[in-house]
C-alpha cells in the first residue's frame, strides 16, 4: 500500500465546512478512484486548527494517478480555500497496518 499524510491548518470557523468537502470526495469521487482504500482526518489536541490528513491507496501508481487527475486537482483547489496554508504532504510506502 501506498499513501500520504498531510499536515494542515485549517481557516477559522472552517472546519465544518472542511470536513463536508472530505465526506463528500468520499461519497462522490472514491468510488471512480481506482486504488483509494482510505482516508482520515485527525484533529490534534494541541491546537483544533491543526489537522492531519491521511490518504490510502492500493499502491503508489494508483495514488499518482489519482494526484496526475485534473478532477482531483479541481477537488484539491476547491479543499484549499478552506486552509490557512498550503498542506506538508510526506508520501510514502505503508509497510504495516
Not at 30 to 40: D, E, L, R
Not at 54 to 82: C, G, I, S
Amino acid at each position: 500500500m501506498y499513501g500520504t499524510v498531510a499536515r494542515i491548518r485549517v481557516k477559522t470557523g472552517q472546519e465544518s465546512v472542511l470536513i463536508a468537502k472530505l465526506q463528500q470526495w468520499n461519497k462522490e469521487r472514491k468510488p471512480k478512484v481506482k486504488g483509494a482504500i482510505a482516508g482520515y482526518l485527525f484533529r490534534l489536541d494541541s491546537d483544533p486548527q491543526d489537522m492531519i490528513m491521511v490518504a490510502v491507496f492500493q499502491d503508489k501508481d494508483t495514488y499518482l494517478a489519482n494526484a496526475d487527475d485534473p478532477e482531483q486537482d479541481r477537488w484539491y483547489r476547491e479543499m484549499r480555500q478552506h486552509l490557512e496554508a498550503d498542506p506538508i504532504w510526506q508520501d510514502g510506502e505503508i509497510v504495516s497496518t
